[in-house]
T-cell receptor, first 109, second 113 residues
Framework: GQSLEQPSEVTAVEGAIVQINCTYQ??????LSWYQQHDGGAPTFLSY????GLEETGRFSSFLSRSDSYGYLLLQELQMKDSASYFC??????????FGDGTTLTVKP | DAEITQSPRHKITETGRQVTLACHQT?????MFWYRQDLGHGLRLIHY???????NKGEVSDGYSVSRSNTEDLPLTLESAASSQTSVYFC????????????FGQGTRLTVV
């Protein structure tokens, strides 16, 4: 089976940098995805890592270490609109994803 | 523009009734998924399909069924609705294997009374 762990809540101030960690135990690991979900909305894709290292997309970066079964999402220059829930998800080779319980990020002025 | 749509957006039903939630995508994606999300939790996989006539059980499939008769649609049926199935249901689709993102519908909020 699959299991993922991520912090339930993180709080940071506008303009700061925040890191959301994700550890996983899984069989058939293919890659790690990150999704953002605002209250009442649908999850939207942020990033995907299949190989070790850092992937950067604008203010967001995602890191993966396959040997440590660990990844993180890094959000820079935080804005109020970044307040949302963030989910890591393990993807298997067939494209099926298992999601963590999510981290609620609160950005304060 | 391609999209994925769910209907209805909100549904109230009584215990024991059969309910079907619709999911329609115009991405021409092979993979389609149904998840449920309960307050304060992540998305749990109910059923999924990798193509026409293919369906598979996810981690919380009891009491649910799906069918895939064409590429565009994956309806989710609750055979006999129970209060424990009150939840928000999300449908998603993706192109296939590899580095492909999943696109989610806007969700259906189902209340079983």
């Amino acid at each position: 089976g699959q299991s993922l762990e991520q912090p339930s809540e993180v709080t940071a101030v506008e303009g700061a940098i925040v890191q959301i960690n994700c550890t996983y135990q899984t069989s058939g690991f293919y890659g790690l995805s990150w999704y953002q979900q605002h209250d009442g909305g649908a999850p939207t894709f942020l990033s995907y890592n299949a190989l070790d290292g850092l992937e950067e997309t604008g203010r967001f970066s995602s890191f993966l270490s396959r040997s440590d079964s660990y990844g993180y999402l890094l959000l820079q220059e935080l804005q109020m609109k970044d307040s949302a829930s963030y989910f890591c998800a393990v993807r298997d080779s067939a494209g099926k994803s298992t999601f963590g319980d999510g981290t609620t990020l609160t950005v304060k002025p | 523009d391609a999209e994925i749509t769910q209907s209805p957006r909100h549904k109230i039903t009584e215990t024991g009734r059969q309910v079907t939630l619709a999911c329609h995508q115009t991405w021409n994606h092979n993979n389609m998924f149904w998840y449920r999300q309960d307050l304060g939790h992540g998305l749990r996989l109910i059923h999924y399909s990798y193509g026409v006539q293919d369906t598979n059980k996810g981690e919380v499939s009891d009491g649910y069924s799906v069918s895939r008769s064409n590429t565009e649609d994956l309806p989710l049926t609750l055979e006999s609705a129970a209060s424990s199935q009150t939840s928000v249901y999300f449908c998603a689709s993706s192109e296939g294997t590899g580095n492909t993102e999943a696109f989610f519908g806007q969700g259906t909020r189902l209340t079983v009374v």
